[in-house]
């Protein structure tokens, strides 16, 4: 608890795993919903509309969600840094 009340560890991270999740399991169903949703039904166009889709946000997500814990790894590796020099 001290390290939570303190900064010393951070909760960020975590979420953004939770985030991540989220985010991929929302995509397949973006996916999915545009290849079998429409006026035309199940066409060719949609669902490679629909594997693009899927394919860019599962890609997208995974960057997005890297670039952030990276600047939370950028900040482990300074404190300890901080910690080595006192």
């Known amino acids: 608890m001290r390290n939570f009340f303190f900064f010393e560890k951070m909760l960020t991270p975590s979420i953004i795993t939770f ?8 995509t397949v169903i973006l996916g999915l919903s545009t ?3 429409g006026y035309q039904g199940f066409t ?3 669902f490679f509309m629909g ?5 860019g ?21 300074l404190q300890d840094l901080r910690q ?3």
């Open 19 to 26: 985030v991540y999740w989220l985010l991929l399991v929302s």
């Open 35 to 37: 290849m079998f949703s």
């Open 44 to 46: 060719a166009g949609t």
């Open 51 to 55: 594997l693009l889709y899927i394919a």
């Open 57 to 77: 946000g599962i890609v997208g997500a995974r960057i997005w969600c890297e670039l952030l814990i990276v600047i939370f790894k950028i900040n482990e590796a």
């Open 84 to 86: 080595k020099k006192t």
